[in-house]
Nanobody, 121 residues
């Protein structure tokens, strides 16, 4: 079973910073596009940022210039550095990997358990 483990959520003040990390469990050999999504209460889940295996990045307009996504292919990790946080960034943040090559064969569309980010004004 492949799992994604997230860490780094918590409480921050407006204008502050947080860093989220996500790592894949053992048995993963290759990783495709990695992304961070978020879901605020009463709202649909939305893409925050993604990064391809080649390093191409994509950001939601609402976070451009404030958030930075990065990955370590050797460690099978993806991080999200969040700066200049706003109260509207408050949400549960989820890590996602679109496809992985694993000991058990290919695995598609895997999600982490989610980590809460709360930004106070």
């Amino acid at each position: 079973q492949v799992q994604l483990v997230e860490s780094g959520g918590g409480l921050a003040q407006a204008g502050g910073s947080l860093r989220l990390s996500c790592s894949a469990s053992k048995g993963v050999f290759t990783v495709g596009t990695m992304g961070w999504y978020r879901q605020a209460p009463g709202k649909p889940r939305e893409l925050v940022a993604s990064i391809s295996s080649g390093g191409d990045t994509n950001y939601a307009d609402s976070v451009k210039g404030r958030f930075t996504i990065s990955r370590d292919n050797a460690k099978k990790t993806v991080d999200l550095q969040m700066n200049s946080l706003k109260p509207e960034d408050t949400a549960v943040y989820y890590c996602n990997i679109d496809r992985m090559g694993t000991t058990w064969g290919p695995v598609f569309d895997t999600w982490g358990q989610g980590t809460q980010v709360t930004v106070s004004s």
